[in-house]
Every structure is written in C-alpha cells, then in structure tokens.
C-alpha cells in the first residue's frame, strides 16, 4: 500500500498568516493526490482534486501543488472559518485509497 | 447539490452483523446506481480511513482491514448504497461516512459526502 505522510501534524496561526501544509507519498504517485478539509463534527469537504485544481465553491485562498512523492496545500490568507484537520488523499493505486494522517488548523 | 445521509449507525457487541445505509438526493433526483460511490471511517479522535468503494460499473474494493468481513452493495429498489458489517470487532469502532465518488477523470476523488454514522462495537 502507498503509505502518506503529512507535516506538521498541528499548526496555530493568526488570521492573515499564510499557511502550507505538507503531504508526502511513500512512491511516486504522479498528480493523483486530493486534499479535504474536517471541521469538527462534519463530514469532510473537498477542497483540490489532482494536486492544484480548485473544486468548484471553494476559495481561492486554497491552493494545491506538487507531483511525484511531494505536495503542498497552501491557505494564501487564513480566515477564521479555516479552522479544522485537512487531509490529503491518494488515488494512484485506484481502487485503493490512502489518507495522510491530517494537520489541524487552530486560529 | 448533493445531499448523502447515512443511517443504521448502533452499539453492538463484537461478532455478529450491522447493516449501514446512504440515501442520496440532489437535483432532479441522485440515483445511487448510476455513481460511483464508497465508505470511509473515522475512529474516535483518529484520522480518516478508506473503507470501501463501488464503482458504477460493478467493480468493487476493500482496504486490507475490513476484506472478507465487509460487503458493500446497492440495493435499486430503496435506492441505498449499503455495507454489511459481518465480524465486527472493537476497532470497527466508528463513525462512517458515505461519500460520492467523481471517477470520470483520470484522478478519482470524494466530493460529496453525508454526515456519518457511528457505530460502537463494544460488549
């Protein structure tokens, strides 16, 4: 199974603060990596499919990028509606399916 | 607009079968046979774990930890996607969660998801 990673595990950072999370593949696995956003209590939310591209209602604040073994999720400007773990998703090994372990946002 | 609701979420004791449901509505209807969809769990204050997925075209997985034990299905007349827990053990402990599959590109992904449902194996 292709095993992911994520750094840091947890974050505290202030309205306006730039942030970027860190999520690395255990192989190469190409741009097949999706990234979810948790607040608690609900149901995850898709925030980037395909490493970089932007689900539709999502703000653009919410950048992906990378390919291969290592990727970036970057919040351009943090809002105080950012609060929550945000995971990334591996899809290469289709029809398996891998989560990082996840990074949570405290604002 | 999307809207996925699990039901069947008990505390029941390790051994034996659960039987887990997801409605789907949406825009002129949401009919579950005609998408991809899956099951993915979250352990009690843990991260997110796959679980299983049915592919519209009937090819169909599990993760390594539920393999042999879990089935996942379509039922067309109530227009559910369902998973039978069979086994069940403490560590099945969870809530879980429904999400549609968009697998029309060459990236698959879950963008639209229900609330969850948890379920407690505990004797």
């Known amino acids: 199974d292709i095993q992911m990673t994520q750094s840091p595990s947890s974050l505290s950072a202030s309205v306006g603060d730039r942030v970027t999370i860190t999520c690395r593949a255990g192989?190469?696995?190409?741009?097949?990596l999706n990234w979810y956003q948790q607040k608690p209590g609900k149901g995850p939310k898709l925030l980037i499919f395909?490493?970089?591209s932007l689900q539709s209602g999502v703000p653009s604040r919410f950048r992906g990028s990378g390919s291969g073994t290592d990727f970036t999720l970057t919040i351009i400007s943090l809002q105080p509606d950012d609060l929550g773990t945000y995971y990334c998703?591996?899809?290469?090994?289709?029809?398996?399916?891998?989560f990082g372990p996840g990074t949570k946002v405290d604002i | 607009e999307v809207h996925l609701v699990e039901s069947g979420g008990d505390l029941v004791q390790p051994g034996g079968s659960l039987r887990l449901s997801c409605a789907g509505s949406?825009?002129?209807?949401?009919?579950?046979?005609?998408?991809?969809m899956g099951w993915v769990r979250q352990a009690p204050g843990k991260g997110l774990e796959w679980v299983s997925i049915?592919?519209?075209?009937?090819?169909?997985s599990y993760a390594d930890s539920v393999k042999g034990r879990f089935i996942i299905s379509r039922d067309n007349t109530k227009n559910t996607l369902d998973l039978q827990m069979n086994s069940r053990r403490a560590e099945d402990t969870a809530v879980y969660y429904c999400?549609?599959?968009?697998?029309?590109?060459?990236?698959?992904?879950?963008?639209?998801w229900g609330q969850g449902t948890l379920v407690t194996v505990s004797s």
């Open positions: 999400a549609r599959v968009f697998a029309a590109s060459a990236v698959d992904y879950f963008d639209y």
């Open positions: 949406g825009f002129a209807g949401f009919i579950v046979s005609r998408h991809s």
């Open positions: 049915s592919y519209s075209s009937g090819i169909t």
């Open positions: 192989q190469s696995i190409s741009n097949y």
């Open positions: 395909g490493a970089s």
């Open positions: 998703q591996q899809s290469y090994s289709s029809p398996i399916f891998t």
